[in-house]
């Protein structure tokens, strides 16, 4: 099994910045994709972002600019530095990492949730 485990959400005026980290621990599963997830009050949740194990990128629009993702492979760790923040990036943040012990048998494993608040 793979846990993440997720730090770095808290409470930030407009305009500043958050660093989310989130570390896979306890299991020697080779991770593929990792993501950020977010799911404000009221709404869907939505990809915010997501890094292949070969580091290729993608953001959602409304990140696109702002926010950064970044692992480290021998950490087994994923970051999302968080710039520019707008009170609409409000939400609860999940780190996601698909793993498994070949390609045919992956898992979606999923942090338990850290709580990022933009003030205006």
């Known amino acids: 099994q793979v846990q993440p485990v997720e730090s770095g959400g808290g409470l930030v005026q407009a305009g500043g910045s958050l660093r989310l980290s989130c570390a896979a621990s306890?299991?020697?599963?080779?991770?593929?994709?990792m993501g950020w997830y977010r799911q404000a009050p009221g709404k869907q949740r939505e990809l915010v972002a997501v890094?292949?194990?070969?580091?290729?990128?993608n953001y959602a629009d409304s990140v696109k600019g702002r926010f950064t993702i970044s692992r480290d492979n021998a950490k087994n760790t994923v970051y999302l530095q968080m710039n520019s923040l707008k009170p609409e990036d409000t939400a609860v943040y999940y780190c996601?990492?698909?793993?498994?012990?070949?390609?045919?048998?992956?898992?979606?494993?999923w942090g338990q949730g850290t709580q990022v608040t933009v003030s205006s």
């Open positions: 306890g299991s020697s599963f080779s991770i593929n994709a």
């Open positions: 996601n990492m698909r793993a498994g012990p070949f390609p045919g048998s992956m898992f979606d494993y």
């Open positions: 890094i292949t194990r070969g580091g290729t990128t």
